[in-house]
């Protein structure tokens, strides 16, 4: 595996991760403030995002590549309602979309078929993080400031299982 495709998959790495943390943030908050369906949802969301990470690494392993692991960032935090978190959730897996597939473009400027190959899994996940993410946008915009609306969608929330 070239150079810059292995670093490439490390900066993935580092970005899963990173969006490991930033779910588990969210989750904080949710439940910090009694919508433990929405903080139920973060978490299954941050145990995907781990198993992204480690199927990257695992597949650079495979490959004869090394693994650098990097510093993760903290998230910022200071949320101040659920539809701003579910945007800002959507907005995230939008730029993960971007990275992905500027990835699997690189695999294919440099000729590395295991690597497209392999990435293409993760074009096709990309779709369903972002239609999940902007569907809970949706029904959040829906429900506006009805409380009653907001429970029914986080009681919804707490009822996801593991996809992975």
Do not use: C
């Not at 899963?16 to 439940?31: K, N, R, W």
């Not at 692991?69 to 897996?93: R, V």
């Not at 993410?133 to 609306?149: I, S, T």
Request: glycine share 4%; hydrophobic share 40%; aromatic share 8%.
């Amino acid at each position: 595996m070239k150079e810059n495709l292995q670093q490439a998959l490390n900066d993935q790495i580092n970005h899963e991760l990173y969006a490991a943390y930033l779910y588990l943030s969210m989750a904080e908050h949710f439940q910090a403030n009694n919508l433990d369906g929405f903080a139920h949802w973060m978490r299954q969301q941050r145990e995907e995002e781990t198993g992204h990470a480690m199927k990257i690494f695992d597949f650079v392993l495979d490959r004869d590549g090394r693994v650098k692991l990097q510093t993760i960032e903290a998230p910022k935090g200071g949320y101040k309602s659920t539809l701003e978190i579910a945007k800002q959730a959507l907005a995230h897996e939008q730029k993960v979309t971007q990275e992905i597939n500027e990835i699997y473009e690189l695999a294919k400027t440099e000729k590395d078929y295991p690597t497209e190959a392999f990435m293409q899994w993760f074009v096709l996940e990309q779709v369903e993080e972002e239609a999940t993410a902007l569907k809970v946008v949706e029904r959040l915009e829906m429900a506006g400031n009805d409380q009653a609306a907001l429970l029914m969608l986080d009681r919804e929330m707490g009822a996801r299982t593991s996809t992975e």
